[in-house]
């Protein structure tokens, strides 16, 4: 089974500043990592994800995280953030073979004051 | 069009009441899902449609009944629900059922009084 935490709860940040979300993850297997970003009264959507290959990964709006095995991790960084990047960031794991599990993290509140 | 479209957006009922919550997609997906979120939690997988087949049910109490007529529709019955299911209900689809890239719908936001 697969689990994942996300540590920081809430992430407050000036705008222009860089910024990073924390994720790391528990598995026994192979995974495959995601980010989603939920903006107030929406869905989700994806952001981008870590199937293999290349450890660092862009997604849009000028996002990219970077896969450490070692550490187990999937941190979401962006050189400089905007107001409009304040949101709820979920990050989440599958397995990579057995892939009928999604699991979401608690999210972190990104919270950009200008 | 890589829209999923959910209506209605908002929902409030009676305990006694049936109503159902539709999501629709014409992306050609053939895996759909419903979420459940609680406020300020994360999204708790209910149900998996595989090629309009019901392939993963969590759990889930009878009083919510989903429903997938066919391969662009994706209904939730809801009958004699409680207060406590009151949540963001959110519907997604993908290319098949292996989640490596879920496409969601806006939700219905339901209130049960």
């Known amino acids: 089974a697969q689990s994942v935490t996300q540590l920081d709860s809430q992430v407050p940040v000036f705008e222009e500043a860089p910024v990073e979300l924390r994720c790391n993850y528990s598995?026994?297997?192979?995974?495959?990592l995601f980010w989603y970003v939920q903006y107030p009264n929406q869905g989700l959507q994806l952001l981008l994800k870590?199937?293999?290959?290349?450890?660092l990964v862009k997604g849009i709006n000028g996002f990219e995280a970077e896969f450490n095995k070692s550490q187990t991790s999937f941190h979401l960084r962006k050189p400089s953030v905007h107001i409009s990047d304040t949101a709820e960031y979920f990050c989440?794991?599958?397995?990579?073979?057995?892939?009928?599990?999604?699991?979401f993290g608690t999210g972190t509140r990104l919270q950009v004051f200008p | 069009d890589t829209e999923v479209t959910q209506t209605p957006k908002h929902l409030v009922m009676g305990m006694t009441n049936k109503k159902s919550l539709k999501c629709e997609q014409h992306?050609?997906?053939?895996?759909m899902y419903w979420y459940k979120q609680k406020a300020k939690k994360p999204p708790e997988l209910m149900f998996v449609?595989?090629?309009?087949?019901?392939?993963i049910n969590e759990s889930v109490p009878s009083r919510f009944s989903p429903e997938c007529p066919n391969s662009s529709l994706l209904n939730l019955h809801l009958h004699a629900l409680q207060p406590e299911d009151s949540a963001l209900y959110l519907c997604?689809?993908?290319?098949?059922?292996?989640?490596?890239?879920?496409?969601f719908g806006s939700g219905t936001q339901l209130s049960v009084l």
């Open positions: 870590y199937l293999s290959g290349s450890t």
């Open positions: 992306m050609g997906h053939r895996a």
């Open positions: 598995s026994s297997v192979s995974v495959y």
């Open positions: 449609y595989s090629y309009e087949k019901l392939s």
């Open positions: 997604a689809s993908a290319t098949t059922d292996r989640f490596e890239k879920l496409f």
């Open positions: 989440a794991v599958s397995g990579a073979r057995n892939t009928d599990k999604l699991i």
